[in-house]
């Protein structure tokens, strides 16, 4: 189904990333990862197409530390999570740190308009009990908000709740992650209404569990059956009620969020299946791409196991992407395979491609999930450069774009804004006047 949207009359408003808003706070900001409506669009963004370090910048701010969180955006607030390494001999390279180096697990609120530090909060200093993948870091998951509440997770180094204004609400401890050889953790956490929902799939024991966002206390907890994980749980309305879909090696899963209670299940997918789902209208979108492809377009309302049912709509299986999540604008499907620059452009009613794993010109490797605004796909690279599509199933470039920093975040966008986050700087990218 949609996410999950009132009549425009009442007065309050749900949506799919966040808890209660507005309408037009929804869409004029950037409350989660995979923005509004969880599928990588702003309904209203307009930032350029084109851009450099001496056009169309209006602040690069460095960043401490090392982090592939993607910063999120309200109203004139920008929220970055970062571990700053603490210590002698630190050296705020991801690719250098190990778990013998001390974090500061950190949250930074930055002001819109000019990139400065509004505040700062040190949520949590500790070793790592284990180290990361050299391409990224500890601070992988990105924080979500309603407007009131901003849920930031650094995994196994807590769970924290903190107004806008940076006064901490609660934190929770659920243990220590350990990750298939040791490649860190980045499933961010999904936030509805009073909800929040976290992922907890490692080589120990696994669970989904849901904590209230006013006091963190636990609603329920859910053991699963899965590997390592790096997934985002995806909140959707489904007969009317919200539903957790959540990707996995062994298993997407639907869970009801009022209770947990499993919904339906499917197989299909391959090992280390990253992507998070991605909505369309009365089905889900679910990709991976390690040691194979798969996608699948899952009808909702069913129950039980639909692996090789008829709710499966219809499915490719080649070109998926490993870490990048795909990007859905109206009926236009973009996903990368693997984490090149290899793009697919199909039709999500009927998997029918326009464009079948053409290259993209100027870029390397992606890590970053594509996003899309004002009719136009941004997808940046992990050696700076950006390319901007049409959107359209046919690829056709508008632009590329290169900055002096390298990309792994995904990317945000609201209003004429446009910020990427590289290794060592966040780039506000928009319309000079």
Same mark, same amino acid.
């Not at 909060?121 to 992988?140: L, M, N, T, Y």
């Not at 009073?194 to 490692?202: A, F, I, K």
């Not at 909140?235 to 919200?242: A, E, N, Q, R």
């Given at each position: 189904?949609?996410?999950?949207?009132?009549?425009?009359?009442?007065?309050?408003?749900?949506?799919?990333?966040?808890?209660?808003?507005?309408?037009?706070?929804?869409?004029?900001?950037?409350?989660?990862?995979?923005?509004?409506?969880?599928?990588?669009?702003?309904?209203?963004?307009?930032?350029?197409?084109?851009?450099?370090?001496?056009?169309?910048?209006?602040?690069?701010?460095?960043?401490?530390?090392?982090?592939?969180?993607?910063?999120?955006?309200?109203?004139?607030?920008?929220?970055?999570?970062?571990?700053?390494?603490?210590?002698?001999?630190?050296?705020? +390279?991801?690719? &250098?740190?190990?778990?013998?180096?001390?974090?500061?697990?950190? *949250?930074? @609120?930055? #002001?819109?308009? /000019? %990139?400065?530090?509004?505040?700062?909060?040190?949520?949590?200093?500790?070793?790592?009990?284990?180290?990361?993948?050299?391409?990224?870091?500890?601070?992988?998951?990105?924080?979500?908000?309603?407007?009131?509440?901003?849920?930031?997770?650094?995994?196994?180094?807590?769970?924290?709740?903190?107004?806008?204004?940076?006064?901490?609400?609660?934190?929770?401890?659920?243990?220590?992650?350990?990750?298939?050889?040791?490649?860190?953790?980045?499933?961010?956490?999904?936030?509805?209404?009073?909800?929040?929902?976290?992922?907890?799939?490692?080589?120990?024991?696994?669970?989904?569990?849901?904590?209230?966002?006013?006091?963190?206390?636990?609603?329920?907890?859910?053991?699963?059956?899965?590997?390592?994980?790096?997934?985002?749980?995806?909140?959707?309305? +489904?007969?009317? &009620?919200?539903?957790?879909?959540?990707?996995?090696?062994?298993? *997407?899963? @639907?869970? #009801?969020?009022? /209770? %947990?209670?499993?919904?339906?299940?499917?197989?299909?997918?391959?090992?280390?299946?990253?992507?998070?789902?991605?909505?369309?209208?009365?089905?889900?979108?679910?990709?991976?791409?390690?040691?194979?492809?798969?996608?699948?377009?899952?009808?909702?309302?069913?129950?039980?196991?639909?692996?090789?049912?008829?709710?499966?709509?219809?499915?490719?299986?080649?070109?998926?992407?490993?870490?990048?999540?795909?990007?859905?604008?109206?009926?236009?499907?973009?996903?990368?395979?693997?984490?090149?620059?290899?793009?697919?452009?199909?039709?999500?009613?009927?998997?029918?491609?326009?464009?079948?794993?053409?290259?993209?010109?100027?870029?390397?490797?992606?890590?970053?999930?594509?996003?899309?605004?004002?009719?136009?796909?941004?997808?940046?690279?992990?050696?700076?450069?950006?390319?901007?599509?049409?959107?359209?199933?046919?690829?056709? *470039?508008? @632009?590329?774009?290169?900055?002096?920093?390298?990309?792994?975040?995904?990317?945000?966008?609201?209003?004429?804004?446009?910020?990427?986050?590289?290794?060592?700087?966040?780039?506000?990218?928009?319309?000079?006047?």
């Amino acid at each position: 189904m949609k996410p999950l949207r009132l009549p425009p009359a009442l007065a309050v408003t749900f949506t799919l990333a966040a808890g209660i808003l507005s309408a037009a706070d929804s869409s004029r900001n950037w409350p989660a990862w995979r923005g509004p409506d969880h599928t990588g669009v702003s309904p209203t963004a307009n930032p350029p197409t084109r851009w450099s370090e001496q056009e169309n910048l209006r602040w690069k701010q460095p960043i401490p530390g090392a982090g592939t969180a993607t910063p999120i955006l309200w109203n004139d607030l920008v929220f970055v999570l970062t571990a700053i390494p603490d210590g002698d001999g630190a050296s705020g +390279s991801p690719a &250098k740190e190990s778990p013998a180096t001390r974090q500061k697990f950190t *949250v930074l @609120a930055l #002001d819109r308009t /000019t %990139g400065k530090t509004r505040w700062e909060r040190i949520a949590r200093v500790q070793v790592p009990h284990e180290g990361h993948h050299k391409d990224h870091g500890f601070a992988s998951a990105s924080p979500v908000t309603d407007g009131e509440v901003l849920v930031a997770s650094f995994g196994s180094y807590g769970i924290y709740g903190f107004t806008l204004k940076g006064d901490l609400l609660w934190e929770k401890d659920l243990g220590d992650m350990r990750t298939r050889n040791g490649f860190g953790e980045g499933s961010s956490p999904a936030l509805f209404d009073n909800t929040v929902v976290v992922l907890w799939d490692h080589e120990g024991d696994d669970f989904i569990v849901a904590l209230d966002r006013r006091t963190g206390s636990e609603l329920w907890r859910v053991n699963r059956e899965e590997p390592t994980g790096w997934s985002t749980p995806l909140i959707l309305s +489904s007969g009317g &009620k919200p539903i957790v879909v959540v990707n996995g090696t062994n298993k *997407v899963r @639907a869970y #009801d969020l009022a /209770t %947990g209670r499993l919904l339906w299940e499917a197989g299909g997918q391959t090992a280390n299946a990253i992507p998070s789902p991605v909505p369309f209208e009365d089905r889900v979108i679910v990709t991976s791409g390690f040691r194979g492809s798969a996608l699948q377009v899952i009808r909702l309302g069913r129950s039980g196991d639909l692996t090789g049912s008829d709710a499966i709509v219809w499915n490719r299986s080649k070109n998926t992407p490993y870490v990048p999540s795909p990007l859905l604008y109206g009926t236009h499907l973009f996903y990368l395979s693997g984490n090149t620059a290899m793009l697919s452009i199909v039709d999500a009613t009927t998997g029918t491609p326009g464009t079948d794993a053409e290259r993209l010109p100027g870029i390397q490797g992606v890590y970053a999930s594509p996003v899309g605004a004002a009719g136009r796909v941004y997808i940046a690279g992990r050696d700076g450069n950006t390319v901007v599509l049409k959107n359209a199933l046919k690829l056709e *470039v508008l @632009a590329t774009n290169k900055l002096d920093d390298g990309f792994d975040a995904s990317p945000a966008l609201s209003g004429a804004d446009l910020l990427l986050r590289g290794r060592q700087s966040l780039y506000c990218i928009s319309e000079s006047r």
